[in-house]
């Protein structure tokens, strides 16, 4: 069974960092983007980051350009997210997902498995 579980969320003030992991069981993702997209409380789902399959591409929602950084493991076939300067607007459940494809992508639907999520709450 595929599964993807997210961790490292929690409670930070503002201007804290957090840092978030996704390992993945159940086969390798070492051919495939992967992305970070979060859901705020009573809005949509949201893109944050994508990272290709080989690490060397990368891209960001503005919301997060050079705050946040995406990075990944392929030997331990785990994703990170790193976040810096947290913002109260960064809280929201974060969830990790594995793509159709070895390219970025912004788009949801190239994402074909997905974790739980992991809450993020980042107080004022």
């Known amino acids: 069974q595929v599964q993807l579980v997210e961790s490292g969320g929690g409670l930070v003030q503002a201007g804290g960092s957090l840092r978030l992991s996704c390992a993945a069981s159940?086969?390798?993702?070492?051919?495939?983007?992967m992305g970070w997209f979060r859901q705020p409380p009573g809005k949509e789902r949201e893109f944050v980051a994508t990272?290709?399959?080989?690490?060397?591409?990368?891209y960001y929602a503005d919301s997060v350009q050079g705050r946040f950084t995406i990075s990944r493991d392929n030997a331990k076939n785990t994703v990170y997210l790193q976040m810096n300067s947290l913002k109260p607007e960064d809280t929201a459940v974060y969830y990790c997902?594995?793509?159709?494809?070895?390219?970025?992508?912004?788009?949801?639907?190239?994402?074909?498995?997905w974790g739980q999520g992991t809450q993020v709450t980042v107080s004022s």
């Open positions: 159940g086969r390798t993702f070492s051919s495939n983007a």
């Open positions: 997902a594995a793509s159709r494809t070895q390219h970025t992508s912004v788009m949801a639907y190239n994402y074909n498995y």
């Open positions: 990272i290709s399959w080989s690490g060397k591409s990368t």
